[in-house]
């Protein structure tokens, strides 16, 4: 389920890093004002327990295939939400950083998706409910189901709100809800395993759970998350085109059409050096728009090769340099 | 996500480069996390049909492996790991988009298979900036430069025990595994043993926490870790953010790309 970052555009990902950011530094606070951060090395080393158990595959059973834990309604059972939603958040940056696993810029959209959707949606509307009632495993069960199910739907709004991918949106949801369904059973019936092994071997972990999140935390949350989803909707529905409008904003003259003096400058010597203006190929009438076109597209490719050669010198000449540089310290 | 050992090795990689001495290593780790983000809102800012006009933006993931000596090969690896699934969700868009935007030779190029290498473009240089980052700056720094950047506290101290205990745990449950596949003979974990193998694995990382938490508390620990020595936002680390600030603001309003084809189509022929 983890984003990549190609996948999301500058509005999508940007709002979803200020939602994401302001629910980790309301969480942060939260802990601290509950004097919990003597909670802090627990939380760590849970972090790295639910970062080494996600590589543990099990079998589903009937299908053949393996599944493996995502962890954030097990930590928000053992530790409460926002604890629940800090240890998230961490594992995900290092398996950003590390693994190329979800990306810097998705980071916003991966811990909404996988953080703040299960543990202050799923646990608090599902879980707890029917935990209370008596009925861990079904609690277990449902709460993942309904977790992966929220983060199925928001993977495919942000996916199709960046504009990047072209998917139509029904298409893409009809193809996501489905499979993350088993994807949710599985972790259902692993967080309800685990937990029943802890409620077993070791009582006093799972009696002392923590106070639930408090209402006003989650109506902020929810509030947010559906300003949010308002926002980028009344910003796909006005700038159909790739979601440019943060950048519009900046340059209202649009990104397309740049004008100024170092513009100007750059229009003249480029007119003045090539042998026919706008791109075309030299030799051609650049009456027809096929062959404009096609100049254009035989720079542009010129261009691209051009670029990218003059990158890998850079690299390479640095590369070199930083070389001689080690193997005679003292030049 | 790779294996657990391959993870592992892969942590202890990162970590070795991360301490080796050159001056993208030597800069204050905020410059780095600026510039990243600036680089990075520049790379989303663009269009979906934008290819040529990225390419310059390379320029800065290269600048950092090669100054840094980030080997180039454990960078396009990290690359290859994310492209799967951009990829998967990509293969669609030359059947949504076949209206020809461009002519190369007798070939239409619609702007689906434009927006398609527009994706590989986007991940590759996201991927390899990321890696390029953390290798040259460690991963202690960058949970300090993003507490002096004002990241909540309690998040930039989580990250900080999770690095600490991320080869512990990993190599335990790697142990664990390993002990488990000795005698399964080959059979998958069964789902109703998964919760006794990773219960176990549990309780035993709980009850460490709990003798780690009491070990620092006799020590003095308030919450906090205590930071290690913080450099200053200095010249070069100003030169660093500034420049490569402006090099993106110039990337993202001239095309140069198509600039330099021009000159070299106009001059050349």
Known sequence: MHMADALVSAAVGGSLWALSGGALAGCSRRLRREGDEGRVPLMGVLGAFVFAVQMVNFAIPGTGSSGHLVGTLL??????????????GSVLLVQALFFADGGLLAFGCNLFNMGILPAFVAYPLVYRPLARRGHPAAAALLGAVVALQLGALAVALETVLSGLTGLPFR????????????????EGLATALLLRFVRRARPELAAARPEPAG?????????????????????????????????????PAGADAPDGAVHRFAARLQRRTSVLPEYALPGTEPVGTAAKRRGTSLSGLLGGAATLGLVAGAGWLITRRRRTLRARPEA | ?????????????????????????????????????????????????????????????????????????????????????????????????????????????????????SLLVRGLLAVTTATALVAVTGFGDLCAALDRLGAPRAFSQQL???????????????????????????????????????????TRSWERAERVHAALRARGFDGVLPARAQSAFGTAAWGFLLGWSAFFLLCRWLALPALLGGLLAGGGL
């Open chain 1, 75 to 88: 930590l928000a059972a053992l530790l409460g939400p926002p604890a629940a939603v800090l240890v998230m």
């Open chain 1, 171 to 186: 298409a893409f949801l009809l193809a996501m809800l489905p499979i993350h369904l088993p994807i949710g059973l599985a």
């Open chain 1, 215 to 251: 209402r006003p935390f989650l109506a902020l949350v929810l509030g947010a998350a559906v300003l949010t989803a308002g926002m980028l909707s009344w910003a796909a529905s006005s700038r159909p085109d790739g979601l440019e409008w943060s950048v519009a904003r900046v340059a």
């Open chain 2, 1 to 117: 996500m790779p294996s657990l050992a391959a993870a592992i090795l892969d942590l202890r990689e990162m970590d070795r480069l991360a301490r080796l001495d050159t001056p993208v290593h030597r800069l204050d780790p905020r410059a780095k996390v600026l510039a990243t983000a600036a680089f990075l809102a520049t790379l989303a800012s663009f269009g979906p049909r934008e290819v040529s006009a990225l390419l310059p933006l390379a320029l800065y993931p290269v600048v950092l492996a090669a100054f840094g000596e980030v080997p180039f090969g454990l960078l396009l690896r990290k690359a290859l790991l994310g492209l799967p699934f951009i990829l998967v969700l990509g293969a669609f868009l030359p059947w949504v988009d076949r209206i020809p935007v461009l002519q190369l030779g007798s070939f239409a190029v619609s702007g689906g298979w434009l927006a398609f290498a």
């Open chain 2, 160 to 202: 900080l025990f999770l690095h600490r205990y991320l080869f512990l745990a990993g190599e335990e449950t790697g142990r664990a595994l390993q002990a488990r596949d000795l005698r399964a003979c080959g059979r998958p974990l069964a789902m109703r043993e998964y919760g006794a193998f990773a219960g176990h694995l549990l």
